[in-house]
């Protein structure tokens, strides 16, 4: 019984590079969130979104950055152009309808040189 | 707009020394108030949710209470394995009734347990 997957854990991207991040929610689950967490500080939510549906993206910056979740395969959250604020752990949860059981993934962290 | 504030910002206890962790919310209709772990370089880990004031749940050296403004995380006899970040998190209701989705975090308690 798989967890909520992530890859890849560790990324390491220069200036004006793309970064994209994947997540796999666990079986039966068909709701996937974003967060990110900046070094010294808490885990602020950016994008709620159903298969091929954006539900929520009010924490999502509006230049850059974008999510998806399509029909088939997991939920890919994309950083175009990434600058050095960008570094930070990336965590992706997963819920089925209703927003019971709520499980995180182990994160991605961003590194920006 | 939702709001989680943890207390205190870091606790220090000696082992089988109990205490508490407090979160104060405020949120427009509370559909659930979580509770994770998170260790260094790890995802947050599902402790508890409690959804109603006067609401109780316990698990090994944990009790997790709620009110209408604030919810503690209790400890008894804490080990060191009990070291790690605590998150509190709010999730709002949304129209209608139904969940909201999104979570509300707080900035986390960075409990040390000392042998």
């Known amino acids: 019984n798989a967890g909520v997957m992530q890859n890849p854990r560790h990324l390491v991207r220069r200036r004006g590079q793309e970064a994209r991040l994947r997540c796999s929610p666990m079986k039966g689950h068909s709701h996937v969130y974003w967060y990110r967490q900046l070094p010294e500080e808490g885990l602020k939510f950016m994008v709620y979104l159903q298969k091929e549906n954006i539900i929520d993206e009010s924490g999502m910056p509006k230049e850059r950055f974008s999510a998806e979740f399509p029909k088939e395969g997991p939920s890919i959250l994309r950083i175009q152009q990434v600058v050095r604020g960008d570094s930070a752990a990336y965590f992706c949860?997963?819920?089925?309808?209703?927003?019971?059981?709520?499980?995180f993934g182990s994160g991605t962290r961003l590194t920006v040189v | 707009e939702d709001q989680v504030t943890q207390s205190p910002e870091a606790l220090r206890l000696q082992e089988g020394e109990s205490s508490s962790l407090n979160c104060s919310y405020t949120v427009s209709g509370l559909r659930g108030l979580f509770w994770y772990r998170q260790d260094p370089g790890k995802g947050p880990e599902f402790l508890f949710t409690l959804y109603s004031a006067g609401e109780e749940k316990e698990k090994e050296r944990l009790k997790a209470t709620l009110t209408k403004k604030e919810s503690f995380l209790h400890i008894t006899a804490p080990k060191p394995e009990d070291s790690a970040t605590y998150l509190c998190a709010v999730q709002a209701l949304g129209a209608g009734g139904t969940s909201y989705g999104k979570l509300t975090f707080g900035q986390g308690t960075i409990l040390t347990v000392h042998p």
């Open positions: 949860a997963s819920s089925p309808a209703g927003g019971h059981g709520y499980t």
